[in-house]
C-alpha cells in the first residue's frame, strides 16, 4: 500500500471523498473502458479529459486506473501527492473503497480510484475485478476504466465490467490496425465509440497523415471526437491540469464535444479536413475580418 511511501504521512493528507456521491441511492452508472490497441495514442490524456468534462457538466464520475504497475492517471490529473491506497487495496479489503477514492481539486463530482504500482496486472481477479466496477456504477453516473497497453490479463480486467467502450487510435496505418483488432476482443455487447487523437490537420491535407474519413473507411465505429495534436496537452499533462476544463483550450474543446456526443447530444465533429469544419469556419472569419 501506498507504494513504499509512508501511509500514515499520507493519510494526514487526507482521501476526502464527495459523501453524496459515494452514499447515493443506488445508480445504474454507465462504465465505459477506453482503450486502445496500440500503445501511448492517448488512452490515459483522454480518460482524465473526458472523465473532467463530463464531472463539470455535473455527472458524477469515477475514474479508475485500471494500469496496475504503471499508474498515471493520477500524474495527468495532478493528484498523485494524495494517493494512499490502490484499487487492489479495496478487492483484498485492506481498505474501503471511501479510503480509496481520492477527490479532485478542482470539479468536486471527479474522483479518482488509482492503481497499485508495485504490483502485477495479474495480481486482480477478473471476476473480483467485474464486482467492483458494478459496486461503482451503483454509486457514480459515470465510471471511466483507463485500460493498459496490450491485450493481456490487464486488458481482459479492464474490459470485464463495462458496457461501452471509447477506442482511442492515432492516425498511424499500425494504430489503426490495432484499434480494429482490439475491437474484436471486446466482451459481446460492448458499444464501442471512436476518438481520433494527435490529428495534425496540415499533414492531413499534404496527404501525409490518414483523414477521419480514411480511418472510418476501415473501422466503421461511431466517432466520438477527432482531438487534434497540440503541445498544449503535454504542457497540461505535466501541470496535473486536464485541458477539457481549461475554456480557451483548443484541445479541451475538442474533449467537450466528444462528452457533449458520448451524451447523446447532436453535435458536429469537426474532423480538420479544411473543408469547412469549425475551425476552419472560425479561422475565415476571424480572416474575413482582419
Ligand atoms: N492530443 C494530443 N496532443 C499532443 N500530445 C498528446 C495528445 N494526446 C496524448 N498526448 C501525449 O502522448 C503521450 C501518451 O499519452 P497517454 O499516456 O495518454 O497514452 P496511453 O495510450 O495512455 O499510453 P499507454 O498505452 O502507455 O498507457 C503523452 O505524453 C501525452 O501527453
Ligand atoms: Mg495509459
Redesign the pocket.
Known sequence: MADGRSAAALEAESVEVREDAVSAAQREGTAIV?T?G???????????NLGAALAARGRSVCLVDA?VG?R??DV?LGLENRVVHHFLDVIEKACSLEEALVQDKRVPSLVLLPAAQTREKDDVATAEMAALIEDLRKRYDYVLI?????IEMGFKNAVVGAQRAIV?T?PEVSAVRDADRVVGLLPKGVEAHLIV???RPQLVRRGKMLSVAQIDEILRLPLLGV????????V???RGEP?SLNAASR?GE?YRRAVSRLEGEQVEIDDYSGDGGFFERLAAWIGGRR
Request: glycine share 10%; net charge negative; aromatic share 0%.
Open positions: 477506453i486502445s496500440k500503445g501511448g495514442v492517448g488512452k490515459t490524456t483522454s480518460t482524465a494500469d504503471l498515471n492517471l495527468v483507463d485500460c493498459p497497453a496490450g482511442v492515432t487523437n494527435r490529428l482531438i487534434p495534436d497540440e503541445a498544449e496537452v503535454v497540461a499533462t505535466n485541458v484541445t475538442a
